[in-house]
T-cell receptor, first 116, second 115 residues
Framework: GAGVSQSPRYKVAKRGQDVALRCDPI?????LFWYQQALGQGPEFLTY????????KSGLPSDRFFAERPEGSVSTLKIQRTQQEDSAVYLC??????????????FGSGTRLTVV | AQTVTQSQPEMSVQEAETVTLSCTYD???????LFWYKQPPSRQMILVIR??????QNATENRFSVNFQKAAKSFSLKISDSQLGDTAMYFC????????????FGTGTLLAVQP
């Protein structure tokens, strides 16, 4: 597609539920990133894929967070047993090559997760 | 560890005027990149301008320019001829050169352009 598509746009989950957030990167983009943006804060890095390989998951806050990109295209961020502190906007971004940091990424519009 | 600090939570400017947003960062690296991103209510982060640390010349993109002071670790954004569409959150971001691709963001400045 023309841009990075994320779904759902909004998600409300009861505490303890599992959620899955989807990211459709721009076709042909090799690199994919997930960021977490808490209310009133800047985005914080969660994880990075190059094709299907997860090269960096140092930002995942706990073992309840899991990301995958099995075919090197669509990615899913899964959060198990959601907690209130997981409430945030989850942003996905993609770039054509892994070394193109200078050219920036293309971001999606994010999924706003609210845990009640 | 690298950090990015934006000390102005909110700024306001009149349409057609000029405004400067501040950003400082901390790093011991020599090879890095700096960015300003705009985040409108749609939530999509949009790249405004970027700077390579080894370049002394300040980057310029139309009405947007930066004042990059490497020794002071300062990277401010100047918006000239402000337009209503410039109203948004602005984030300063740092990325280390080399294999690391993650961006480190500041906490943002909410810019309101008044008619």
């Amino acid at each position: 597609g023309a841009g990075v598509s994320q779904s759902p746009r909004y998600k409300v989950a009861k505490r303890g539920q599992d959620v899955a957030l989807r990211c459709d990167p721009i076709s042909g983009h090799v690199s994919l990133f997930w960021y977490q943006q808490a209310l009133g804060q800047g985005p914080e890095f969660l994880t990075y894929f190059q094709n299907e390989a997860q090269l960096d998951k140092s930002g995942l806050p706990s073992d309840r967070f899991f990301a995958e990109r099995p075919e090197g295209s669509v990615s899913t961020l899964k959060i198990q047993r959601t907690q209130q502190e997981d409430s945030a906007v989850y942003l996905c971004a993609s770039s054509l090559e892994g070394s193109s940091i200078f050219y920036g990424y293309t971001f999606g519009s994010g999924t706003r997760l609210t845990v009640v | 560890a690298q950090t990015v600090t934006q000390s102005q939570p909110e700024m306001s400017v009149q349409e057609a005027e000029t405004v400067t947003l501040s950003c400082t960062y901390d790093t011991s690296e020599n090879n890095y990149y700096l960015f300003w991103y705009k985040q409108p209510p749609s939530r999509q982060m949009i790249l405004v301008i970027r700077q390579e640390a080894y370049k002394q010349q300040n980057a310029t993109e139309n009405r947007f320019s930066v004042n990059f002071q490497k020794a002071a670790k300062s990277f401010s954004l100047k918006i000239s001829d402000s337009q209503l569409g410039d109203t948004a959150m602005y984030f300063c971001a740092f990325a280390q050169g080399g294999a690391t691709n993650k961006l480190i963001f500041g906490t943002g400045t909410l810019l309101a352009v008044q008619p």
